[in-house]
């Protein structure tokens, strides 16, 4: 939680944690956290300017934060965890797209493509750990390769250099352990160290006078005087009590809310906010199994069935020490309730008995996995806005000219491909802050 000295802010785990503020009265926990905002009852709380707040410091909070800064904005970035990247940008395949699974002109692919060439080139000068391995995208029967033809049509039109239909022959000979009539070859696809990524990234926000506040959770907020004000407190407060009361409202310049999985939530505890504009959210759980028992990885490039509904099939993924993974699969889940998804209380528990259901889909195309060889890995909530049996969604990204309230954007299903994106992203932002 915070506190401001002067111009500087400090964590308040480094201080007196009974300072001076006045709470609002708390809580009809059933409605919301904090009771009063907009009765007025927050009034009572300590008040800070400030200039830009970034709620949220997963890797796209974070490469929002090192834009804005080196843009010369004073940027605070408040986070709900203990650390950055705690939540889905720890938990997903490390995987640079090449984008081609999206409809052209959406921003999934516009900032896919975009963000994967400002990605290698931020690992290249920074010497994070990456690797363009490329990616093999299989048919496994002829009646998936008109979808691999419309899989290459896309990525073309996408702008993804390098895309080379091969026969099966072909892909095997690359790949000897792998079977399939034909398949897609993507060169410009990768993998990387995404917490070495985030890390840098971190450093460099830093670098340029921005600010971290961990275990710092945004209740809520309101509009006032066209400013988003913000009302935040402690984390381990709220954990214990599963309700919380506000410690100190913020009015900063620019707001923009990356809250990943509880952005929708968050946006809808804010009052004065047109809550029309803020989509559902729907929740896919992805779960990984690593392969043991094979003395070498079997393959050297990522390896991807035609995709699901819901995701982009059980794929094969290497890290960058060798481990080999399969997965995510796709398990739809109950939405959880705001406060869960505010302090991140999702079940990532991986059941085993998942494995049984992939077997026969890996083994259509890697026929040599041998029984008992999946172990329980672990897994991420993909946060999505459309549901089963709906068509995919694109990335949402909502500033002024849709709600109205200047100076504060909204990021809602950032979902795959987010992480190859999230330079691109930050380059959006800042262009549409900043302008
Ligand atoms: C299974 C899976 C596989 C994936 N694979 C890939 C891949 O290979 N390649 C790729 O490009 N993308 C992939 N993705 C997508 C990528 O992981 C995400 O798009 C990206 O991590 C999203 O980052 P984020 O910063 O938006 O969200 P998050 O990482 O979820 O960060 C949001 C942060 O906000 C904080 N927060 C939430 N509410 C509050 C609040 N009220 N106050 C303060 N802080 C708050 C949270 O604690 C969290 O740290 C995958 C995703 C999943 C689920």
């Known amino acids: 939680m915070l506190a401001c000295l002067g111009r500087k802010w400090m964590r308040l785990s480094t201080m007196n944690l009974k300072p001076t ?104 000068e920074y010497e994070i750990p990456h690797k363009k391995i490329g990616k093999l995208i299989v048919a496994t029967g002829s009646s ?80 006032e005087e066209k400013k988003m004000h913000l009302f935040v407190a402690d984390t381990r407060f709220s954990e214990s009590q599963c309700e919380a009361e506000a410690q100190l409202q913020l009015i900063p310049n620019l707001v923009v809310n990356s809250a990943g999985l509880g952005a929708q939530a968050l946006a809808k505890r ?49 890290d960058l020490n060798g481990l080999v993974k399969f997965g995510p699969d796709v398990e739809w889940i109950e939405c959880a309730d705001d406060t869960s998804s505010f302090l991140n209380k999702f079940d990532y528990r991986v059941n085993p008995q998942r494995a049984e259901k992939l077997y026969p889909e890996i083994r259509k195309y890697y026929p040599d996995l041998k029984d008992g060889s999946l172990e329980p890995g672990y897994s991420g909530i993909r946060p999505k806005l459309s549901g089963p049996k709906q068509s995919p969604a694109d990335f949402v990204i909502q500033g002024e000219e849709t709600h109205g309230v200047p100076g504060f954007v909204n990021l809602f299903g950032i979902e795959s491909p987010g992480l190859t994106s999230s330079l691109a992203i930050a380059e959006h932002i800042a262009n549409k802050l900043l302008r």
């Open 21 to 124: 503020w006045n709470f609002v009265n708390a809580v009809d926990a059933s409605r919301t956290i904090v009771r009063g905002i907009s009765g007025g009852g927050a009034e009572t709380v300590a008040k800070e300017r400030v200039d830009t707040v970034v709620i949220g410091a997963g890797v796209v909070g974070l490469a929002v934060a090192r834009e804005l800064s080196r843009r010369g904005r004073e940027v605070l970035i408040l986070e709900a965890a203990s650390s950055f990247g705690t939540v889905t940008s720890s938990r997903n395949s490390e995987v640079v797209h090449a984008g081609i699974y999206y409809p052209p002109n959406s921003l999934k692919a516009k900032f896919c493509v975009r963000g994967r060439e400002l990605l290698y080139r931020y690992c290249s």
């Open 144 to 223: 998936e390769i008109p979808k691999l033809d419309l899989l290459m049509h896309l990525g073309t039109q996408n702008g993804v250099s390098g895309l080379r239909m091969l026969d099966g022959f072909e892909a095997m000979r690359m790949e000897p352990q792998l079977r399939c009539v034909k398949a897609l070859l993507s060169p410009e696809s990768g993998i990387l160290d995404s917490h070495s990524f985030m890390l840098s990234l971190v450093g460099e926000a830093e670098n340029n006078h921005a600010t971290f506040s961990y275990n710092t959770v945004v209740l809520n907020g309101h509009v």
């Open 270 to 318: 804010f009052h004065g906010l047109d809550h029309r504009f803020v989509p559902s959210s729907h929740y896919a759980r992805g779960c990984y199994f690593t392969l043991s028992g094979t003395k070498a990885p079997p393959f050297n490039k990522l390896v991807y069935p035609i995709p699901e509904e819901g995701g982009l099939g059980v794929h094969v993924t290497v």
